[in-house]
């Protein structure tokens, strides 16, 4: 049917389009693929197996060694998404700057981020974490338990964030949160934001800090900050976490009221 | 007073202008229907709204001129409105009246409406003025009664809004304003008006009053003339500039005497009206350019990079159609119009076996059946020396149209080249590179935020990586890897090259194989495959250059550089491997067409013997049929169509990837942007940037492809010709609609003669071949101009010897002798050469000039340095001395100005200062000077100066001082 060298001519796009988007196939292939084969083989999902390596590689009360633990697990053995090393130092340099005393975290994950939040802030800070996922929940729950940050400082709270949001103000008597970090759903960025404006929780200054918007991305989120005009903000640009070539953001808001 | 007339004199003239003008049209429009005069009225109605336009500001500084006056004026004022009153209901009347008038009209004076309405003032005054001028015709007076009473009723009406009542009084206000200067006229003629008013004015100014108008107006025009030099900022430079003319239109009028006047203000208008024209006319020609504004927004949104592409194609597109012309006009109309017609002899014929399917569109899509027996092709034209009743001498006509063209491009570029050499020659040293970083690398032409911010960050990006280079260039660690990895990109992109050449070789062998087995046998894919391989290797092998390039870390413009001539290595061996290819095609069909030529003697030979056996000699010679005549392989129509072929491959290539590279990637983008995971448009997709090399070059390839194949298809220009006109439109429509403007903006002002040195060698690459067929291989036998002939060339010797006198003949003969070309060429190798070394001692003695202004400007700077410091010197110097004799100055002062104040002679010059002293108002002003410093001198002699007025107190604002003193002037006289 179609003769041979026709095809070969589509040689160079086929090798040009592998050379240019390598880094997406090696993600895939390290996030889906070996993901896949691994819980085909184990028997155990990708947190169970991320938790016993650092189970066994960290040491136990020490934030420091359980997130290098977690790096490591990340960037040699498999892939989450967490935080990842280069942006959670923007992360941290920001908490540190604004030492805040009420702290939201979306999306804790398997809670590499939530150690990383409880690790920098101060004393007498307290920090709400939302899960959706039990399995991943409870996992969160051990890793903090791990690194030695007890119920005072972080408030795990197993919930989505949709229906944790509304009630933050009458269920855990919270007036006002300093600092939010988002990192669940990309697509819940946008209408979580919504919420959390109309609950009035957010006051002047608060910092409200996304990751990923630009990979795997939260237009509508970006869209919506760019528009409301409600916020000062900046992306931080950056690499994906644990990898050098995808190009990542991480927006960086601050509530400047409705006025 | 004195002043508001002055101005409003200029002004009579005008609403004297504009009533002629008015008066004509209201007539018109009273008493006839038709379409024409309808036109003209509305052209009519332009001109009068700039009229009007002045006149309004006319009356605004009339307004506030005479808002100061005194009682006198109120008299005036009641008969003024008396009138007024009477000329609104007129108006009103009037409006009414054209409306009525209109409304059988056709939609064209529905939209002439607004414009009345936007005149009512105009009309009012048109109407006082034709009431003074007692022009009034009984049966308008009839309209005016009726209307009267109406506009009473309505008045009555206590429903009219807001406003209505505010347009009503805006509209009072004006007629106040008119009606007040034709009050202070009486109730007279216009032409008596003017008279006394020449009478007037001189009394209204005195000659002093005029000079120092003058001397203003004057100081005025300097100012707006030196203001560009000005260190000042631009907002300031602007609010002066906008003044400064308003002050000298309003106050240029009244400059002239008597009846010099008149003339000047006619003057004015006419220099202004001339000015317009020429503006009118600048942008007129502007916009006869073709695509020049398209090309202006497309530059503002993506830089001048992008914007360089258009013109090229453009400058590409007038260079096609003088190709066009030439062929068109010299071949194939002539051979269309006065040649044989289709049908009459065999090479003008479809062949019998291919009659059937002739016709089809398969067929003609590849240039075959009709489209191939047609004046599109070589094979068409007959070696008839001369036709029609013209004469025309085709042969020749097609052999110098076809040289001609070449030579013609040849020109062009050569030309263009050396003009943009001489224009870029200045900035391509690299001794002030940070400098020429700084001060030169905005692209001023962007007009889109989103290309400036781009702009913006290229330009801090390529700072920060000279900054890089130059601290590499000192310590240049890891050179090795760098080396390696560039001598492996390079071996990978050859690696690329050969393979894509080998592919492209074997395709065409495959090709000719399939030709011989017979096309009919084989699928579209496999017939088209030659074609569709060296587009595809087009498209998709610079892609991998741009990703292997990533590897050798190259400056991006070297890196651009770099890509180009890799493209250019691309396109240029896929382009001979066709030719080669194209060769043993030539060579395999002169085997065929020595089989065919014995075959059809043969054939003759047997007919010949057939005939003379049946005995019937003639008739049956001419029975035979053109169409059945065996004939040979044409081997210039076999190019000529590989080569339309190929273009029209090439061209649907590229618009196909325009529709789908761009353009549905850019709908997919925006669209599913919506219901994603991931963010489209800064993510991976994305939208596609506007690829400036690879157009370029495709561009130039396809010209040369033109070059090559034009002489054995004539149509190809035609076809360029179409084809570049689509693309602009295409590409320009595609830039704006699906292209995001690059990351890294680059100017393109060094790149423009780098394109035309490519389009040079190809131009000559192209040449090339096209000339080795042309010498080289005899023509075919039985088809084009030059059959029977030995070479193609062998047309202009039989040209000398038969149209020709002897003699012409033999001064060609001896021209031609290698005796005197020799020479002759080797003269004109020593004149290159002597150009080229003076060109080159030029620039040598170029550069040492430069140094010389160089080390020049060196000491003058720390000629300067010395001197600032010395005058600091001086000046602290001159500071101390001050401060240790303060009191002694103002006594000093005081001296000078008591005897000044009583001086009579300098009356006209210093009659401000008197004029402050006579209202006893203490001129302290030696006191209230800030404590002596070295400048005090200089502000002691402000006050001999008279040009001048001088510094204005707090309490008395400018514009009461020269009334106050000019009151005094008016009763002198």
């Known amino acids: ?259 | 007073m004195p002043r508001s007339n002055l101005i409003t004199s200029e002004n009579d003239i005008e609403i004297g202008l504009d009533l002629a003008g008015d008066e004509e049209e209201e007539e018109e429009e009273v008493s006839t229907l038709q379409e024409e005069q309808r036109r003209e009225r509305q052209r009519g109605r332009r001109r009068d709204g700039d009229r009007e336009r002045k006149k309004r500001k006319n009356d605004r500084s009339r307004e506030t001129s005479t808002a100061g006056e005194g009682e006198e004026e109120e008299e005036k004022r009641e008969r003024g409105r008396r009138r007024r009153e009477k000329s609104d209901r007129e108006t009103e009347g009037r409006e009414r009246n054209t409306e009525g008038n209109g409304r059988g009209k056709s939609g064209k004076t529905e939209k002439t409406r607004k414009n009345i309405k936007n005149e009512k003032t105009r009309k009012m005054e048109a109407e006082e003025e034709e009431e003074a001028g007692e022009r009034k015709t009984k049966k308008k007076k009839r309209e005016e009664r009726t209307k009267e009473r109406e506009r009473e009723e309505e008045e009555e009406k206590p429903k009219l809004t807001e406003k209505k009542k505010k347009k009503k009084k805006k509209k009072k206000k004006k007629v106040e304003t008119s009606s007040e200067q034709e009050s202070s006229e009486e109730e007279e003629n216009q032409e008596e008006d003017k008279e006394e008013e020449k009478e007037v004015r001189p009394e209204s100014l005195t000659p002093e009053e005029l000079e120092k108008l003058k001397e203003a107006v004057d100081e005025k025009k300097k100012l707006i003339q030196g203001l560009r030099g000005k260190p000042w900022p631009m907002k300031k430079k602007l609010l002066t500039l906008r003044e400064s003319q308003e002050f000298v239109e309003k106050y240029e009028g009244a400059l002239g005497k008597g009846k010099g006047r008149k003339l000047y203000a006619y003057k004015v208008m006419m220099t202004k009206k001339w000015m317009k024209f020429q503006r009118d006319f600048e942008n007129f020609k502007t916009a006869c350019i073709p695509w020049e504004m398209k090309i202006k927004e497309i530059e503002s949104h993506f830089g001048s990079s992008v914007a360089s592409y258009f013109l090229f194609l453009r400058w590409m597109y007038g260079i096609n159609m003088i190709l066009f012309g030439l062929t068109f006009g010299l071949v194939m109309v002539p051979e269309a119009l006065m040649g044989r017609p289709y049908g009459s002899i065999p090479r003008k014929t479809v062949p019998r076996a291919e009659e059937t399917s002739a016709m089809d569109f398969a067929v003609l899509w590849d240039f075959g059946g009709y489209a191939q027996y047609s004046v599109l092709f070589y094979g068409y034209y007959n070696n008839q020396r001369a036709i029609g009743w013209l004469k025309f001498r085709m042969p020749l006509s097609y052999f110098l149209v076809g040289v001609g063209t070449v030579a013609y491009s040849y020109m062009v570029v050569i030309r263009t080249m050396a003009r943009n050499a001489n224009e870029s020659g200045v900035g391509d040293d690299n001794s002030f590179n940070f400098s020429w970083k700084m001060f030169t690398s905005w692209d001023y032409l962007i007009g889109n935020t989103e290309t400036a911010d781009n702009k913006f960050a290229s330009i801090t990006t390529s700072f920060k990586e000279a900054i890089l280079e130059e601290q590499e260039s000192r310590k240049d660690d890891n050179i090795h890897l760098t080396r390696f990895l560039r001598v492996l990109a390079n071996f990978l992109v050859l690696c690329c090259l050969a393979g894509s050449g080998y592919l492209i070789y074997f395709v065409v062998r495959r090709s000719q194989k399939f030709a011989l087995d017979g096309l009919e046998n084989h699928t579209w894919w496999e017939r088209n495959e030659v074609n569709m391989v060296m587009s595809l290797l087009g498209m998709f092998c610079p892609m991998l250059f741009d990703v292997i390039s990533t590897l050798e870390n190259y400056h991006p413009r070297v890196a651009l550089q770099w890509q180009l001539g890799r493209i250019f290595a691309l396109f240029l061996g896929n382009l001979y491997t066709f030719i080669i290819a194209l060769m043993d095609e030539i060579n395999l069909k002169r085997e065929e067409e020595k089989i065919v030529k014995f075959n059809i003697t043969m054939w003759e030979a047997s007919l010949h013997n057939a005939t003379e056996s049946e005995n019937s000699t003639a008739a049956t010679v001419t029975i035979i049929q053109p169409a059945d005549v065996p004939r040979g392989p044409c081997w210039e129509t076999m190019v000529g169509q590989e080569f339309v072929r190929l273009i029209i491959s090439d061209t649907m290539t590229t618009y196909i990837t325009l529709l789908i590279g761009d353009f549905l990637r850019a709908v997919l983008v925006r669209f599913l942007n919506y219901c994603w995971c991931w963010d489209l448009e800064a993510g991976f997709p994305s939208y596609s940037e506007f690829d400036v090399s690879g157009n370029v070059l495709g561009l130039i390839f396809n010209q040369g492809m033109i070059w090559m194949g034009a002489f054995y298809a004539p149509c190809l220009p035609a076809l360029n010709v179409l084809r570049l006109h689509v693309s602009m439109y295409l590409q320009c429509w595609a830039v704006m609609c699906c292209n995001v403007p690059q990351e890294r903006v680059f100017k393109a002002s060094g790149s423009n003669n780098f394109y035309m040195a490519m389009l040079l060698v190809i131009l000559f690459l192209s040449t090339l071949p096209a000339i080795y067929t042309i010498v080289t291989i005899p023509p075919s036998f039985d088809c084009g101009p030059f059959s029977g002939k030995k070479r193609m060339f062998d047309v202009i010797q039989e040209t000398l010897e038969s149209d020709f006198p002897a003699w012409f003949g033999k001064v060609f003969s001896y021209a031609s002798n290698p005796g005197l070309v020799l020479p002759f060429i080797l003269l004109m190798v020593l004149a290159i050469y002597y150009l080229q070394s003076t060109s080159k001692s030029y620039k040598e003695a170029n550069v040492e000039l430069k140094k010389k202004l160089q080390t020049q400007n060196e000491e003058n700077k720390k000629k300067n340095k010395r001197a600032a410091l010395k005058a600091q010197m001086d000046l602290e110097e001159a500071r101390k001395a001050a401060i240790k004799t303060p009191e002694h100055q103002k006594n000093n002062n005081a001296s000078v100005k008591v005897p000044e104040d009583g001086d009579e002679q300098h009356r006209g010059s210093q009659r401000q200062n008197n004029c402050r002293n006579g209202r006893n108002l203490p001129p302290p002003r030696h006191q209230e000077q800030p404590p002596p410093n070295t400048r005090a001198p200089v502000s002691r002699s402000y006050h001999y100066g008279n040009q001048g007025p001088p510094g204005y107190l707090p309490g008395h604002p400018r514009h009461s001082e020269p009334r106050m003193c000019r009151a005094p002037n008016l009763q002198r006289h």
Not at chain 1, 166 to 183: A, C, H, I, N, T
């Open chain 1, 1 to 259: 049917m179609v003769s041979p060298a026709i095809a070969l001519a589509f040689l160079p796009l086929l090798l040009t389009l592998i050379i240019r988007y390598r880094y997406y196939f090696v993600l895939f292939y390290r996030a889906v693929l070996v993901r896949i084969w691994r819980d085909c083989v184990t028997g155990l999902s990708r947190e169970e197996r991320a938790f016993q390596y650092v189970l066994t590689h960290a040491t136990p009360g020490d934030p420091d060694s359980i997130l290098d633990a977690f790096d490591i697990w990340c960037s040699k053995v498999e892939y989450i998404s967490n935080i990842g090393p280069k942006k959670g130092k923007i992360l941290d340099r920001l908490l540190m700057e604004q030492s805040p005393l009420t702290v939201l975290e979306l999306g804790a994950h398997c809670g590499y981020s939530t150690v990383r939040i409880a690790r920098a802030l101060p004393l007498g800070a307290r920090l709400y974490s939302v899960e959706m996922d039990q399995k991943n929940a409870a996992i969160a729950e051990k890793v903090i338990r791990l690194a030695g940050f007890d119920d005072d400082t972080v408030e795990l709270i197993v919930n989505p964030s949709d229906e944790v949001i509304p009630q933050l103000r009458s269920d855990y008597g919270l007036e006002k949160l300093d600092f939010v970090f988002m990192d669940h759903w990309k697509k819940c960025y946008a209408p979580d934001l919504q919420m959390l404006e109309g609950s009035g929780l957010l006051g002047k200054g608060t910092m409200i800090v996304a990751d990923n918007v630009l990979f795997p991305g939260a237009p509508k989120f970006l869209r919506h900050i760019r528009r409301s005009g409600l916020y000062e903000w900046k992306v931080h640009r950056a690499t994906l976490e644990y990898s050098t070539g995808i190009r990542d953001g991480m927006a960086e808001l601050v509530y400047q009221g409705t006025n």
